[in-house]
């Protein structure tokens, strides 16, 4: 049994900045870690009001708290107050994060899940709190402190993002404000060519 | 004159919903694995012949007139691993297609021959001295005929290509139209997703419509599990038909005396390898390329709609010989959702304002000629692509985005955006070196993409340094070809679909004459 505590292990993750492989390798071997991983992920650090929070129903393959952490995510990326932009908040960008987790191969999606625990717990050490609960300026600075870390912050920055910004800005509603076309193919009337000609083949056909 | 009839649309393609046996035990002379490049045309030019030839596709059929012109959607059911595969450090995304017509269906139609100096390096360096230029040419040309490879013209040439063509030519760079395989483009500017209204000469209104019209039958759903063998010739392959909700629907024998491997440059060594043959070398696997670029976005004084016209229309030769650089820049289109992935303008406000400007925004690509550093394998759970960019290749890429980022403020640009993991605005000549000296080759550092994989099963004269022969067939299995990317000995600058076409029409002449 390992005794070291999984807050120990989050921040000498950080400290030491370990490549993906060898910290996914020393999780899993990390006896308090292969506990949580069972879980589906790290043992909370610090509850959080969000955590008595429910899911709504419409929510399927996401771990209680990583809907909370997208949930999150969306109102802290996704700012579109005094803008032209479609509000973030009408629109399903956890349920399309969560159907984008969806196709992930599983090794991966748990790798993922680990590393999203991790997102949220190491915000324990620095602010004092889960990421979830930080406020909005805290919240888009811990981001961009991730975005200049380790090698392992970095990737889950950047994956968190991506994951975010693309739930959003595949929903046809963001496109007006920017001008985006969308499909045009059907609304212009563009003629299906079909199957280009069979090519006449003389003889043999030998180059 | 080929008495061969096709439909004028679609095409006959048996898929999972329609399989009823749980065993399939079928024949042919040529089985073919991958339905992309090289094995659509080893198909059509096998089966042109009086060949029986069977195509097993592990994606699924999607007809074009299901494309979506969606990117994220599209990314989800044309690409490999739903638009997700990476190396193993995450950092670069490997976009393949994956469905009947493999990557030519979700390309940007961009086509090149193999440069000269590609060549010879091959010829030197790995005894390919049949390979040239010259003996080369019958090939190329039969291919851009086929695939109505042209130069664009003015009208395929967007706003994003006229103000890059125009800044190109304020500094006095060499910029040409790109040649593309398309029939009267739509200029939709949705190439990535797919070409809905069937201009793209896609494999998927080309070369498989035309080989089943000479009697290939093409199998989607279907996995190949293993190449068989019998007294050290190849013998068929062992498959899987999988529905699209992954349950197992049968299981698939193919007897064939010939063996085509196209899966492409991650799937075929994975195949070999699971396979355990043809690797007396050591070399499958091995030698890969990603062949990395980065996409540059930069913000101009007027719209550009950079997803209006058609996708890519200049490129920059400048710096294309290895004595300027070895590299190209492609002026490239891009809708909302590419333009997330690109660059990192900052969190939160900066982003959206980034966003919110969208219409602003063009992009632009950079290729290198990167060394053939990586390795595919499988590691007992997953498949690894472990692929980093070679400190040797870095100055290589931070060249190009320097060139790129110089076009871009040449072409009247406020903000060029580097596309990295932090924060990277240059808005003047004298930004750009410290702001690209000072990037680090690290993982997870710049966003790049791979359009292109290859190497991983490359071809040479040397059975013991090489995985096949120049006419693609395995130095340890009779009977065994490769046609697909992974026969690449080194990474060859441009994008290489014209490459593969022609090296696959050879290929198959020669399995012809076998």
Known sequence: ??????????????????GRRRFLKWTLMGGAGVAAVAAGGFALLRRSALDDQPVPADISGLSHSEYHLFARCQQVLLPTEGTELHPSDSLPVVANVAAILSFMAAPVRKQLGMGLSLFDNAAVFSHGCRFVDLDDDSARRYFDQWGQGAVIQRTLATAIKQLTYTAYWREPATWPAVEFDGPVTDKWGLAYLGNAPLPQEDGEGRV | ????????????????????????????????????????VTAYELARRGKKVIVLEAGPYVPSQQFTERFADSLETLYQDHGGQTNASGDLLVLQGACVGGSTVVNG???FRTPDFILKDWQQRFGLTDLTSDTLAPYFERVEKNLSIHDNAEYEIARHGQLIRAGANKLGWSVKPLRRNIRQCGLTGHCLSGCKSERKQSMLVTYLPWAAAHGARIYADTRVERVTTEQGRASGVQATVVAHDGTPVASMTVKASQVVVAAGAVQTPLLLQKSQIANRSGQVGKNFACHPSLYVPARYPEPVHAWRGALLGVYIDEFLSPEKGAFVIEDGGSGPVEMT?????????PFMDYMANAKYLAGLVTLIHDHNVGTIHWDGEQKKIDYQLADADFPSMQRALKAAARLHLASGAEEVYVPSSDRRVIRSEADIDPMVDSLENLPQHLRMVSYHPQGSCRMGSDPDTSVVNDKGESHDVPGLYVADASLLPTSIVVNPQVTVYALATRIAEHMAKA
């Open chain 2, 341 to 349: 992935m690109a660059a990192e303008p900052g969190t939160g406000k």
């Open chain 1, 1 to 18: 049994m390992n005794s070291v505590s999984p807050a120990r292990q989050v921040s000498r993750t950080l400290q030491q900045g370990f």
């Open chain 2, 109 to 111: 139609c961009v086509c």
């Open chain 2, 1 to 40: 004159m080929s008495m061969a009839s096709m439909p004028a649309s679609g095409l006959a393609v048996i898929q999972a919903s329609d399989i009823s046996e749980k065993n399939l035990s079928l024949s042919a002379d040529v089985v073919v694995v991958g339905s992309g490049a090289g094995g659509a």
